[in-house]
């Protein structure tokens, strides 16, 4: 049994000739798409929004790169979080003090 129908090879095979036309866009922002890999995901798109057979989308995995970010990110807010509360507790010891 096929994983893909006709209709998902005719959008894929139609969004590559638009792509190395150079007229194929991508959705939101409309920047012209040069990727190959992006043009074959558009055309799949598209036959699912046409009702043909194409397999759900697989779950994202998360890349080292995204994994490494995340963590950045986190560590980041962390000791901007200290960094605050540093400055706040300095703020009511000198207001105590002054009392």
Do not use: C, F, N, W
């Not at 043909?52 to 080292?64: C, H, I, M, Q």
């Not at 994994?67 to 000198?94: F, I, V």
């Amino acid at each position: 049994m096929a994983k893909y129908g006709k209709k998902a090879q005719s959008k894929v095979k139609k969004a590559m000739h638009e792509r190395k036309a150079g007229t194929l866009r991508s959705g939101k922002s409309g920047k012209k798409v040069t990727s190959r890999k992006q043009a074959i995901a558009i055309g799949l798109s598209e036959a699912r929004r046409a009702g043909g057979k194409v397999p759900k989308k697989s779950a994202k995995k998360s890349t080292r790169k995204s994994a490494k970010k995340s963590t950045r990110k986190s560590a980041k807010k962390s000791t901007r979080k200290s960094a605050k509360s540093a400055r706040k507790s300095t703020k009511r010891s000198t207001r105590k003090s002054s009392d």
